[in-house]
């Protein structure tokens, strides 16, 4: 009997491993598209008449190019690191180190810098609690579509979230979207919370699970109470029977962010708030209250000092923090308790 010889057929495998991530895919084609027709339009190619692999020389014409465009310092940096990934998809795998960080186009990118005039921009109003109370009493909680409403309101503020983590952000993004499954509740616990496992996160890294606990705050915005609310609609038959999403709709359809902000304009008509809002008014919350910066960023998910730029602004933090050590009661308080200091005299 002749001997079965056993194949491996794993080129669609390796494609689909090397494959880019449908997150970076626009940009990651888009960028190296630019800079080959805006090389073509203005010479600036290699000897042999090529584009590819981008001189010294060209990196740094592109570099002035982008930065006179009116490009800041931040996206030109992203720019270069968008095509450091393409020279390596093409097999330009010493161009990164030779080139991208040669010590030339450094000192580039620290003279563009220094500069640069970062202009003020206008940065969206973050959610307070004052505003989470006046969304609240726009929803009639016995009412499904509302309940729901409310129910992502108040648990991405108090979870701070990104508002994509509980919605689905578009239609090509629905295997992202928050199952039942993931969903554990801990209601018989001292302190009862319920824990939703996020199946995708912005800095997505698939060997450390994210999750957000939703608790409660005994106030009139309590995020636990507005979600339980929300999960004995849910679990009512009727209710999305063929659906194992977690935010959907009655009809069975995944509760979107296109719809979340359209329902936010109609409860806050006239404020300058969106999506983020809801995670830089939590953190602001939480500053104003004293939290350290440790337990924000923790809550937060964040994995660098970043979630600093939600609260640093903010003057009413700066008044929060600084009210124990200006006030004149505290501050005179301190000034009596510090020990007298003794002179000792000459013999």
Request: hydrophobic share 40%; net charge positive; proline share 6%.
């Amino acid at each position: 009997m002749a001997r079965r010889e056993r194949t491996y057929r794993g080129d669609g495998r390796i494609r689909k491993m090397l494959k880019t991530p449908a997150t970076a895919a626009r940009r990651f084609t888009t960028e190296p598209r630019k800079y080959a027709r805006t090389a073509r339009e203005l010479g600036w190619l290699n000897t042999n008449g090529s584009t590819w692999p981008i001189s010294l020389n060209n990196l740094l014409r592109y570099i002035a190019f982008s930065y006179e465009k009116g490009n800041q310092p931040a996206t030109i940096a992203t720019y270069l690191s968008t095509l450091a990934k393409f020279h390596t998809y093409k097999g330009h795998f010493d161009w990164k180190n030779k080139i991208r960080l040669h010590p030339i186009v450094a000192v580039a990118l620290q003279n563009i810098k220094a500069r640069h005039h970062f202009p003020v921009t206008k940065q969206k109003e973050p959610i307070t609690v004052e505003l989470l109370e006046q969304i609240k009493n726009c929803c009639v909680l016995s009412e499904p579509h509302h309940a729901l409403f409310w129910c992502i309101a108040t648990v991405t503020f108090h979870t701070l979230s990104r508002i994509g983590e509980l919605v689905v952000p578009n239609r090509q993004r629905t295997a992202w979207a928050v199952r039942v499954a993931n969903l554990s509740l801990q209601l018989d616990a001292e302190l009862p919370f319920a824990t939703i496992t996020l199946p995708r996160t912005k800095v997505h890294n698939p060997s450390k699970p994210e999750f957000i606990v939703i608790k409660a705050t005994h106030d009139a915005v309590c995020p636990l109470t507005a979600f339980l609310n929300y999960m004995e609609i849910r679990a009512t038959p009727q209710y999305a029977p063929k659906s194992s999403g977690l935010f959907v709709l009655e009809n069975g359809a995944l509760a979107s962010r296109e719809w979340f902000l359209g329902g936010l304009k109609q409860a806050l008509p006239g404020i300058n708030v969106a999506g983020q809002s809801f995670r830089a008014g939590g953190a602001t919350h939480l500053a104003m209250r004293g939290a350290p910066r440790l337990v924000i960023q923790r809550l937060g998910r964040w994995n660098s000092t970043t979630f600093e730029q939600y609260i640093r602004t903010q003057p009413a933090i700066l008044v929060a923090l600084s009210e124990p050590y200006t006030n004149s009661n505290i501050a005179q308080a301190s000034v009596n308790r510090r020990p007298a200091t003794t002179h000792r005299q000459d013999e």
